[in-house]
């Protein structure tokens, strides 16, 4: 009966197994993933200082902040590029996890005690007033590029405080981009 009662099991099992779906399967295409390897990377001078650097905008007042989403103390900084070979262009990519989520500037964080409200830091191109966008990428910022010849080149670009409503408050405040060169 043990017997009987196995092999049952057995057929029903197998038989189960033989009717369930099966899965087709097939190869719908190829992913090539392309790279290249450079011997070095080009060398890069933000305001004279290589790696990171600091930018220190003249202290304002608040009554100099008054006029909202207005460029203050547009402070100019250079970006110089060297010892690039094979590059004819070079575009600074920056990127900030404290930026203004309305217009693209840096947001203002309080030093200490400091309790000023309502300003950000704008980076602003070479022209003093078109302020970088830095919730866009690469190419759409509004960063210019700048032209490499013999492997080196330079372009100048703008700090500012960038008021979003009546600023009040008083104290240091600071900001943080990082910036990435884009050649071509």
């Not at 989520?101 to 950000?120: F, K, Q, S, Y």
């Not at 190419?139 to 979003?164: D, E, H, I, K, W």
Request: glycine share 8%.
């Amino acid at each position: 009966m043990n017997k009987l009662l196995l092999t049952s099991a057995l057929v029903a099992a197998f038989g189960a197994a033989a009717l369930a779906p099966q899965v087709a399967r097939a190869s719908d295409g190829t992913i090539t993933i392309n790279g290249s390897v450079v011997a070095s990377t080009c060398s890069v001078t933000v305001a004279g200082q290589t790696g990171n650097a600091t930018v220190t905008l003249p202290p304002a007042t608040v009554a100099q902040l008054a006029p909202a989403k207005s460029l203050v103390d547009v402070t100019p900084f250079t970006i110089k590029v060297s010892n690039c070979s094979g590059s004819t262009s070079a575009t600074p990519l920056f990127t900030s996890s404290a930026t203004d989520a309305a217009n693209g500037a840096l947001t203002a964080t309080n030093v200490g005690t400091a309790t000023v409200t309502n300003l950000d830091l704008a980076l602003v191109n070479s022209d003093g007033s078109t302020l970088l966008d830095l919730r866009q990428g690469e190419g759409t910022q509004g960063a210019s590029s700048f032209a490499l010849t013999a492997g080196a080149g330079s372009a100048n670009y703008n700090v500012a405080y960038y008021p979003t409503a009546a600023v009040t408050g008083a104290g240091k405040v600071t900001a943080q981009a990082t910036y990435t060169m884009i050649y071509q």
